[in-house]
């Protein structure tokens, strides 16, 4: 088990940027696939995107939910435990609360339902 810290949220205008960052506890942070989710108000939560754990023959694997591919950029930095978010080109239905998750060992994360590990969330409102 982990424990999970996201920060970075906030208002912006669109075409704005926002860096969100998922801080971990733990010493394996390497080893789990990370997450990151959204949910607007009145709606279900979105797969945003994922980084899958590193394991030294996979390379970096990450996969992106179709709203937000070649806007958003995830990334980790394992030596800190924490796994960012870089959003660019906001609009404003990106506004949400944005979660992340995290999970021991490899997987493509695109899925609620593979994640044991949740942070509380942090907003994000874009202005039109």
């Known amino acids: 088990q982990v424990q999970l810290a996201e920060s970075g949220g906030g208002l912006v205008q669109a075409g704005g940027s926002l860096r969100l960052s998922c801080a971990a506890s733990?010493?394996?942070?390497?080893?789990?696939?990370v997450g990151w989710f959204r949910q607007a108000p009145g709606k279900g939560r979105e797969f945003v995107a994922s980084?899958?754990?590193?394991?030294?023959?996979?390379?970096?694997?990450?996969y992106y939910g179709d709203s937000v591919k070649g806007r958003f950029t995830i990334s980790r930095d394992n030596a800190k435990n924490t796994v960012h978010l870089q959003m660019n080109t906001l609009k404003p239905e990106d506004t949400a609360v944005y979660y992340c998750?995290?999970?021991?060992?490899?997987?493509?994360?695109?899925?609620?339902?593979?994640?044991?590990?949740w942070g509380q969330g942090t907003q994000v409102t874009v202005s039109s």
């Open positions: 980084i899958r754990a590193s394991i030294s023959w996979s390379g970096t694997l990450t």
């Open positions: 998750a995290a999970v021991l060992g490899g997987r493509l994360g695109n899925s609620m339902k593979e994640y044991d590990n």
């Open positions: 733990g010493r394996t942070f390497s080893s789990y696939t």
